[in-house]
T-cell receptor, first 115, second 114 residues
Framework: EAAVTQSPRNKVAVTGGKVTLSCNQTNNHNNMYWYRQDTGHGLRLIHYSYGAGSTEKGDIPDGYKASRPSQENFSLILELATPSQTSVYFC??????????????FGPGTRLTVL | GDSVTQTEGQVALSEEDFLTIHCNYSASGYPALFWYVQYPGEGPQFLFRASRDKEKGSSRGFEATYNKEATSFHLQKASVQESDSAVYYCALSDRGSALGRLHFGAGTQLIVIP
C-alpha cells in the first residue's frame, strides 16, 4: 500500500516565524509535490520535485521554499510566515514510468494556522 | 494557462439519486483527465483517469467520458449512497508535463441524505 506521511498534522505559528512542514513517502516515487487547499480554489501546486536534490516552482511559489534531501523526504519551508498562508497543506508522491498519466498518492494533510 | 472548471460548488442528493458533477477544461494539446475524491479528514485519493477522446474511465460505480470536442469530463453515478458523501476534484495533466503536474478544479462537495 502506498504511504505518504506528513508532520506535524496541526501547527500554529506566529507571523514572521519560520515554519517547516515535512513529508515522507515509502513508495519509491521519483516525483513529490506540495499543494495547499483553500475553499474556492481547490488544490494549488506550490513546489514539486523530480528527485533528490531537485526542486521546481509550481503555480504559487511566492513565500515558500522547498527541500528534497532524499528520495523519501520533501519539506516545505515558510521563512517568514504570514496569516495569508493559513491553509491545509498536502504532500503527494507519484510518477515513475506513468509520467503524466500517473496517479498521485496524497498524505493526510497539515493544518497550518498563522496568527 | 491550463485550467479546470467545476460549476457546482455543492450538490445535495438523496440516496439512490443519479449524480452528475460537471467538469470542463481548458488546455493546449491533449491533456490526461482525472477524478480524485476526498473524504473528511483525509487527503485526496485517485478515482480514475482517461487519456484520449471518447475513453471512459470508471471506478466504484462512478464513470466519466473524455469529450474533446466539448472539453468536458463529467462525473456520473447511477445511484448514490450516503458513503459517497465527499469532495470530488476534477484535474488535468497537460501534454508537456512529464512530471505529472496536475491542475485541479475548485472541487464539488457531494452531500447524500439518507
Amino acid at each position: 500500500e502506498a504511504a505518504v506521511t506528513q508532520s506535524p498534522r496541526n501547527k500554529v505559528a506566529v507571523t514572521g516565524g519560520k515554519v517547516t512542514l515535512s513529508c515522507n513517502q515509502t513508495n519509491n516515487h521519483n516525483n513529490m509535490y506540495w499543494y495547499r487547499q483553500d475553499t474556492g480554489h481547490g488544490l494549488r501546486l506550490i513546489h514539486y520535485s523530480y528527485g533528490a536534490g531537485s526542486t521546481e516552482k509550481g503555480d504559487i511559489p511566492d513565500g515558500y521554499k522547498a527541500s528534497r534531501p532524499s528520495q523519501e523526504n520533501f519539506s516545505l519551508i515558510l521563512e517568514l510566515a504570514t496569516p495569508s498562508q493559513t491553509s491545509v497543506y498536502f504532500c503527494a508522491s507519484g510518477g515513475g514510468t506513468g509520467g503524466r498519466y500517473a496517479e498521485q498518492f496524497f498524505g493526510p494533510g497539515t493544518r497550518l494556522t498563522v496568527l | 494557462g491550463d485550467s479546470v472548471t467545476q460549476t457546482e460548488g455543492q450538490v445535495a442528493l438523496s440516496e439512490e439519486d443519479f449524480l452528475t458533477i460537471h467538469c470542463n477544461y481548458s488546455a493546449s494539446g491533449y491533456p490526461a483527465l482525472f477524478w480524485y475524491v476526498q473524504y473528511p479528514g483525509e487527503g485526496p485519493q485517485f478515482l480514475f483517469r482517461a487519456s484520449r477522446d471518447k475513453e471512459k474511465g470508471s471506478s466504484r460505480g462512478f464513470e466519466a467520458t473524455y469529450n474533446k470536442e466539448a472539453t468536458s469530463f463529467h462525473l456520473q453515478k447511477a445511484s448514490v449512497q450516503e458513503s459517497d458523501s465527499a469532495v470530488y476534484y476534477c484535474a488535468l495533466s497537460d501534454r508537456g508535463s512529464a512530471l505529472g503536474r496536475l491542475h485541479f478544479g475548485a472541487g464539488t462537495q457531494l452531500i447524500v441524505i439518507p
